[in-house]
């Protein structure tokens, strides 16, 4: 595959751009060879700058929910972008895109759009200790939720594929408050509160842990977290920048019947425009300023392309719950058909329409058994499936997406491509 253009791109951009590029998992550390650059996309397909086609099956971390290019939304964009591109004032449709998130996901009373997912987690979380009055938070080992300081602590996703977990350059006193508990497994979290009693502010979850590659919660694991939560009086909050909208229009809340005080969400709320917002209870909400004492605040939050896109995404969500039928049922084809060509060697994990193959035998219901993936198989794995086409993370501990833009053959494609690894043992 001629990847000349890549190269070349590649060779300038370390020069100026630490690694060559502005996030690290785009580097193709983890898989070794040179990162692609992507000139175009469109629907379930992305171009590289050498002219090569890819099925996607990152979508841009997941916001391409819809597809890439989507005409509806592209014309909003278009449309909001020619009556001005940011006026750091009020306008009427961050009401409307406020409005729409509240009537999706009804435990989401007040939302506050800022511009990432990291920069909402960071502000749930002075949210959540502004309102309880304490300062402690609990994480579990392997989820991610962005790079604000203290969630840098036993963190997921590129944090974990290059093996910095725990970041250089955070402070003691910025990790000293997040308290680290096992994913699925409850007694862990009950250990820590019976440890630190009346002194944790909130726990902090990805409800399906997206970011060690996937691992769906057990059965029960988090309405028991909820009850548990409630009765040592700490908020919970979800982490949806991955579940949110994706899983159901009314995410993970609403997938799984469990309620938490407060969301998070991130990219796909923008649908590929930068955005983030965090949401809940009315009460815990009430206390962010101007309301009240805990302070946040943002020129761009609520900038009206990225709510422009954010609209015309949410609407179609919100209108068409076929969407969700027929991206899940691809999900589960896609991982029934992994599964098949895969037999015992390896593990597929799925969840509506998050897939992940993991290269052990060993059953990955934690970040345990996520750390057993050969992660130099997956790296093989990635650049056959490169070469045949087929886009994926170029990191074991991320997800693929799949997009109303894929199609049955597309994950077809996807699963013959990924046999024809296994049936060579690996040495394709
Ligand atoms: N760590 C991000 C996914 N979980 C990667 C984001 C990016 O490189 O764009």
């Not at 509160?193 to 919660?217: D, L, S």
């Not at 995404?313 to 899940?328: E, F, G, H, K, V």
């Not at 058909?337 to 895969?342: F, H, I």
């Not at 790296?379 to 086409?389: P, R, Y």
Request: proline share 4%; aromatic share 8%; with cysteine.
């Amino acid at each position: 595959m001629n990847d000349q253009i890549s190269q070349g791109l590649f060779q300038r951009a370390q020069k100026v751009l630490p690694g060559g590029v502005n996030s690290p998992v785009r580097a193709f550390g983890a898989v070794g060879g040179t990162p692609r650059f992507i000139q175009r996309a469109e629907a379930a397909r992305i171009w590289d700058v050498d002219g090569n086609e890819y099925i996607d099956c990152i979508g841009s971390w997941g916001p391409m929910l819809l597809g890439h290019n989507h005409p509806v939304i592209r014309e909003a964009v278009i449309q909001a972008a020619a009556k001005g591109l940011s006026f750091g004032a009020a306008t009427a449709a961050e009401v409307e895109m406020a409005e729409l998130i509240c009537s999706m996901v009804k435990p989401v009373e007040m939302v506050r759009m800022v511009n990432s997912g990291t920069e909402a987690v960071m502000s749930a979380l002075r949210a959540a200790r502004g309102y309880t009055g304490r300062e402690k938070i609990i994480k579990f080992n392997g989820c991610y939720h962005g790079h604000s300081d203290s969630m840098l602590v036993k963190a997921g996703s590129g944090a974990l594929s290059f093996g910095n977990p725990d970041s250089g350059g955070v402070t003691q006193g910025a990790a000293k408050d997040t308290l680290l508990a096992e994913y699925n497994d409850l007694a862990s979290v009950k250990d820590l509160f019976a440890a630190n009693p009346q002194e944790i502010a909130a726990v902090i979850i990805e409800p399906v842990a997206a970011n060690m590659g996937v691992v769906p919660p057990q059965a029960g694991f988090l309405a028991d977290l909820r009850e548990l939560c409630h009765r040592e009086e700490a908020l919970l909050i979800f982490d949806e920048v991955i579940t949110g909208f994706r899983l159901a229009a009314d995410g993970a809340q609403g997938f799984f019947g469990v309620e938490a005080d407060l969301v998070t969400y991130g990219k796909i709320i923008g649908a590929g425009m930068p955005v983030g917002a965090y949401g809940g209870r009315r009460d815990i909400m009430s206390k962010v300023a101007p309301l009240g004492k805990v302070y946040q605040a943002g020129t761009l939050s609520g900038n009206p392309v990225a709510m422009a896109a954010g609209l015309a995404c949410l609407r179609q969500l919100a209108d068409n719950p076929s969407i969700y039928t027929n991206i899940n049922k691809m999900g589960a084809e896609l991982a029934a058909g992994l599964r098949q060509a895969a037999g015992s060697k390896y593990t597929v994990n799925q969840i509506g329409s998050l897939v992940c193959l993991f290269f052990t035998e060993e059953a990955v219901t934690g970040f345990a058994g996520a750390k057993t993936s050969d992660t130099g198989l997956y790296a093989k794995f990635f650049h056959h499936m490169l070469d045949n086409g087929v886009y994926l993370a170029p990191a074991q501990f991320e997800a693929m997406f799949v997009s109303q833009a894929h199609s049955p053959q597309d994950m077809e494609h996807i699963i013959n491509t990924a046999a024809a690894f296994f049936n060579s043992g690996g040495k394709n």
